[in-house]
């Protein structure tokens, strides 16, 4: 299993404070994976990392083999769509093809045209008049004609109208099928993602704090709903990520390697947003704190 | 890249074209006139005579149009700096347009050098071409005033448009780069251009080559009057016009070549012209040789035994340098466009935001 | 030709769904032997969803010998569901509502009996799978 992205106790520094910090993570080809994370938590920092708009502090991070960046031909394996999906507010549709075009060595003419048509974008007109959505097509198209292996976007849906948000996504699906690339693709929507993922990675405050497959972080993961008294009872492999407990009661989730047999126990699956969350909820503010990276391989 | 940059700026580059083709035109028509008056006012005036009447008659010609212009041909450079050097790299900041370029397959410096090397190129074809028209149109009025080398006049004209329209680009673009914001990286770029070109000017253009000294008689000054000063009534000259050269700065010596004091000046006043020395110490001051209020036959006779002992002596720049200057000085601010430029590439492929 | 849609509050895990889904049109007889599946890209298109899932689901319906993949071409049913005979369906019937009776007089409610069948009808399931 080749990697598209590595980062080893990658870090990005802005003054006194750390955007990204002890960053390791091992992105595997050929899968959508979704970045997911609140607001300021480093997702940004670490895809610009990844496309080389960023150098790192402490760490390294390769990208298809490659340091980002390091060469044009490098720049033509990843396609890259910023928050925002800027655009030449001036230039028209079709001056952003010629763009691409004369940019990029790899650029194939059909796919561009094809999908403009498919998205019955007017090429005279100028990319500022474009409508959320269109400009978030016109980005895309602009990433993916080039035929890159893989596929950065930065919240592309962020800003959309569901409709748009949706016909996004649906493009999006369209050409992982057609092309075979794989895809990062960061949002702060889980519910975008449980659909259009296989991947999963967890970034808040900074920190990685979870990854793995989609299917297999919800198989090892349960809701236990039972006695507080129960606690002592469960086995010690156990992992909690979160605990909520009433005088009574307690409300776990958590990381399982073994069926939990007790009956005093309610066991349950757990969605991915759920699960998003509880990870989301654990803040280390001390990094040696921190229980050990979750990995869940296929 | 050079079409991509081609069709990025082409809009701007058809309004400037269209200015300049107005302007070449109006130039033209404007100059022909100029031209035929002066070649049968003028330059038909039989040599020896005193053509005065008819130079003074020239001069007044277009006075407005001609400071106009003049000034157009001092703002252009710091104009281009501020509209095409400012915003060629903070416009692509400000609207996030960087994260889209520098991601497409080609190195961040090779996307700069081109930009830069096009709108550096249109720069200077811009500022050859006004400096070129102005040049030639202006002519007659240099021919007749003979100070095409004094400042203001040496900015307008000759090739050093080219290199203040180089610098400014180049100021524009670093300000442009380091503060990423397009506003105020013009007002920078205008505020500084104006600091240098001043500076350069008035402190460093006098030094370019050690100027030249010659004695030329009192008279030769501008402006010749008395007044009182702290060491009691003395007399007061500008610097004399020496034709087609550069007269920077001037001091009234005595014969043996010593700088005359203004106590030596008023000692010797008070000896040889009593009658202006109680003249102005009665509070009429007299400025000027054809301005003498109370009597000229006095003021006259004043002025002659003074040069009898005192002559001056002109710091000056000789007309035989007029091209070395302009060259040199194109040279200096093109060279310091180059290092700025040199500055824009490293600074630009640091990323660090 | 079959549209599939997803209901991503089920809590059923998308590819299931789409199995679920090819497997209903068979036994109503809207997909029948011969008949071809929606390509991977016309799915994709328009759940946006992961192409990998559908590829899941529809190896899933070739292991269960439902379908087969013709490399370039798309995915073809090889084999009909038929529905169970309605004749079966009254014994059935019975043995469920004797089952239930027992299951309350040994005092289980509501909730534990839904429980206990989901429980044993997952395993079962899974071990038809495995």
């Known amino acids: ?298 | 890249m050079i079409r991509l940059t081609l069709v990025q700026f082409r809009l701007q580059a058809i309004i400037v074209a269209g200015i300049l083709v107005l302007a070449a035109i109006l130039f033209a028509i404007s100059g022909q006139h100029l031209y035929h008056l002066y070649n049968t006012t003028v330059a038909a005036c039989p040599a020896g005579s005193d053509c005065s009447a008819a130079k003074d008659a020239f001069l007044n010609n277009h006075v407005i149009l001609r400071q106009l212009l003049g000034l157009l041909l001092l703002l252009a450079p710091a104009l281009l700096g501020i509209f095409w050097g400012a915003p060629l790299v903070a416009r692509e900041y400000e609207s996030g347009t960087f994260r889209l370029a520098w991601t497409q397959s080609i190195s961040r410096g090779r996307w700069l050098l081109t930009r830069v090397a096009l709108l550096g190129l249109a720069s200077v074809i811009v500022a050859a071409a006004l400096s070129l028209l102005f040049t030639w149109w202006s002519g007659p009025f240099v021919r007749i005033t003979a100070d095409r080398f004094n400042p203001g006049n040496f900015d307008e004209r000759g090739v050093v448009a080219i290199g203040y329209a180089l610098f400014a680009f180049a100021l524009g673009l670093t300000f442009g780069v380091v503060i990423r914001r397009t506003l105020p990286a013009m007002a920078l770029t205008l505020a500084s251009f104006l600091a240098v070109r001043l500076a350069f000017t008035f402190l460093l253009r006098p030094h370019l080559m050690a100027p030249h000294q010659a004695s030329m008689p009192l008279q030769s000054g501008e402006g010749l009057g008395f007044s009182p000063s702290a060491s009691g009534i003395t007399f007061s000259l500008g610097t004399p016009n020496i034709d087609n050269a550069w007269a920077i700065s001037s001091k009234v010596v005595d014969s043996a070549g010593h700088t005359a004091s203004n106590s030596a000046l008023h000692a010797f006043m008070v000896n040889a012209c009593p009658a202006i020395v109680s003249a102005v110490g009665s509070g009429q001051s007299t400025q000027g040789v054809n301005h003498a209020p109370a009597d000229p036959t006095v003021f006259h006779d004043c002025i002659l035994k003074l040069a009898q002992n005192y002559h001056l002596v002109v710091s000056y720049q000789p007309a035989s340098r007029y091209w070395t200057f302009q060259w040199t000085e194109m040279g200096i601010y093109a060279g310091l466009s180059l290092l700025l430029a040199g500055f824009c590439y490293w600074w630009v492929r640091r990323r660090i935001a | 030709m079959i549209e599939f849609h997803l209901d991503s509050r089920s809590g059923v895990s998308p590819y299931l769904q789409i199995v679920h889904q090819v497997r209903h049109a068979l036994r109503l007889g809207l997909l029948r032997e011969g008949d071809q599946l929606p390509t991977v890209k016309d799915v994709v298109s328009s759940l946006a969803i992961n192409p990998n899932t559908v590829l899941k689901a529809y190896k899933e319906l070739e292991h269960g010998g439902l379908v087969a993949a013709r490399p370039g071409v798309g995915t073809f049913v090889t084999k009909g569901l038929t529905s169970a005979p309605l004749v079966a369906l009254g014994p059935l019937r019975q043995d469920l509502q004797r089952w239930l009776a027992k299951a309350r007089r040994a005092g289980l409610d509501d909730e534990s009996i839904e429980a206990l069948f989901i429980d044993c009808f997952r395993s079962d399931s899974e071990e038809d799978v495995a």
């Open chain 1, 1 to 298: 299993m080749t990697a598209v992205l590595t980062a080893n106790g990658l870090g990005k520094r802005y003054g006194r404070r750390w955007a990204l910090e002890n960053c390791t993570l091992e992105i595997p080809a050929g899968q959508v994976v979704g970045l997911v994370g609140p607001n300021g938590a480093g997702k940004t920092t670490l895809m610009h990392l990844a496309v080389g708009l960023l150098t790192p502090t402490t760490g390294s991070i390769e990208v298809l083999g490659g340091r980002p960046a390091e060469s044009p031909a490098q720049l033509g394996r990843v396609g890259f769509v910023a928050q925002e999906t800027p655009v030449y507010e001036s230039m028209s549709v079709a001056d952003h093809l010629r763009f691409g075009d004369w940019l990029n060595p790899t650029w194939d003419q059909q796919v561009a045209d094809r999908r403009i048509d498919q998205l019955g974008l007017d090429r005279s007109q100028k990319a500022g008049k474009l409508s959320g959505g269109q400009r978030a097509q016109l980005a895309l198209t602009l990433a993916i004609a080039k035929r890159p292996e893989l596929l950065i976007l930065d919240e592309p849906v962020a800003s959309l109208d569901p409709l748009a948000r949706r016909e996004f996504l649906q493009s999006l699906m369209e050409v992982v099928a057609e092309q075979q690339v794989s895809v990062v693709l960061s949002s702060h929507l889980v519910s975008d993602l449980e659909r259009v993922c296989d991947y999963l990675v967890v970034l808040v405050a900074s920190h990685v704090q979870l990854t793995g497959g989609i299917e297999n972080l919800l198989a090892a993961h349960v809701r236990l709903t039972g006695p507080r008294s129960g606690l002592e009872t469960l086995p010690p492999s156990l992992q909690i990520i979160e605990a909520s407990h009433t005088d009574r009661q307690s409300t776990l989730i958590a990381r399982v390697d073994e069926p939990i047999l007790d009956p005093a126990w309610l066991v349950e699956r757990i969605n991915l947003e759920d699960l998003v969350l509880a990870y989301m909820r654990q803040i280390q503010p001390d990094a040696s704190a921190r229980p050990h990276l979750v990995e869940a391989h296929r």
